[in-house]
């Protein structure tokens, strides 16, 4: 019998050749709760990084070379339990100041990045992508 342990971590690479600097990896997490897969497909313009099954409290790490001009972007579709959401889980316009090494918590409500605002004094929660924007 083979036993499953309760973190999955599966790493995909989109820089083969290398970076100019050093490249960005996102890790995003599993927080739905006990016994929810979270199914992640994630794309950029030119990446199809295909389909995955994080288990609860499970890991899914995205590494990639931003491009040069800091348009690089990101998103993923998700979903668990008949629910589909989508959201940019990496736009240089809004990360690349604060990621090099980015760790997000995927909940019912919204993903979570692990990047604490001084001002507002809480971290970084988004409401999940506009579902009409992916016709």
């Known amino acids: 019998m083979i036993s499953r342990t ?3 971590e599966g790493i995909i690479t989109t820089c083969e050749a290398g970076c100019l600097w050093k490249p960005t990896r996102l890790h ?4 739905l709760g006990p016994g929810l897969d979270l199914t992640i497909h994630c794309k950029s313009r030119n990446d199809d990084l295909g ?3 994080v288990p609860f ?3 899914y790490t ?3 070379c931003p491009n040069f001009w800091g348009t ?3 998103f993923c579709g998700m979903s668990w339990s008949g629910k589909v959401h989508w959201f940019d889980i990496y736009d ?3 990360d690349s100041s ?3 090494n980015c760790s997000w918590t995927v909940e019912a409500t919204g993903p979570c990045m692990d990047y604490y605002n001084y001002y507002t004094k809480e971290f970084v929660c988004c409401p999940w992508n506009d579902k009409a924007s992916l016709q």
């Open 6 to 8: 309760s973190h999955f």
């Open 51 to 53: 389909q995955h099954v």
């Open 98 to 100: 604060r990621c090099g």
């Open 92 to 94: 240089a316009s809004r």
């Open 72 to 74: 690089t972007l990101f």
């Open 57 to 59: 409290g499970g890991e």
């Open 28 to 31: 995003i997490t599993n927080e």
């Open 62 to 64: 995205i590494e990639f």
